[in-house]
T-cell receptor
């Protein structure tokens, strides 16, 4: 597709369950970012990929969060043992290269943990 | 620490008028890029304008322009001839070049409402 695609658009899960959030970046974009946006807040950095490797995962809040990008394209954010505090919009962005090029964002996945 | 501060949680402007959204930031990096992103209710962040910190000339994009004051670490956005479609959340952001340049740092946003 022409833009960054995130699926599902909305996800409701029960506390303690495992969830996977998917991001399809723009074709050819080597940089991929995951952000978390809580209600009324700005996006908070989670993890950055350059190609297949996680170049910076310093934003992951704890070991329940993990992300992969095995072929340097699609990325999956995985959350184990979900908690109500994980409820937020999870945004994915991609860019041609790091830093000086525009980052294109997807529409996000709204995760609700009940 | 890398921080972005948007001190105006909400603003409103009459259609066709001009409005300025403020942003200050803090970074120890000497080179970086600054951005304003717009987030409508659809949630998708859309780039409004970009400024390279080493360029003194303020960026302009149609009705959108910035006032970049590097020494003051200030990066305000001016929207001229406001339109109803400008109603959205606006986020100021920057990304350092090198060093800690692995992420965009965002402010908490300003909710702008354009009144018909």
């Amino acid at each position: 597709g022409a833009g960054v695609s995130q699926t599902p658009s909305n996800k409701v899960t029960e506390k303690g369950k495992y969830v996977e959030l998917r991001c399809d970046p723009i074709s050819g974009h080597t940089a991929l970012y995951w952000y978390r946006q809580s209600l009324g807040q700005g996006p908070e950095f989670l993890i950055y990929f350059q190609g297949t490797g996680a170049a910076d995962d310093s934003g992951l809040p704890n070991d329940r969060f993990f992300a992969v990008r095995p072929e340097g394209s699609v990325s999956t954010l995985k959350i184990q043992r979900t908690e109500r505090g994980d409820s937020a919009v999870y945004l994915c962005a991609s860019s041609l290269a790091r830093v000086n090029t525009e980052a294109f964002f997807g529409q996000g996945t709204r995760l609700t943990v009940v | 620490a890398q921080t972005v501060t948007q001190s105006q949680p909400e603003m409103s402007v009459q259609e066709a008028e001009t409005v300025t959204l403020s942003c200050t930031y803090d970074t120890s990096e000497s080179n970086y890029y600054l951005f304003w992103y717009k987030q409508p209710p659809s949630r998708q962040m859309i780039l409004v304008i970009r400024q390279e910190a080493y360029k003194q000339q303020n960026a302009t994009e149609n009705r959108f322009s910035v006032n970049f004051q590097k020494a003051a670490k200030s990066f305000s956005l001016k929207i001229s001839d406001s339109q109803l479609g400008d109603t959205a959340m606006y986020f100021c952001a920057f990304i350092p070049v090198g060093g800690t340049g692995n992420q965009f740092y965002f402010g908490t946003g300003t909710s702008l409402t354009v009144i018909p």
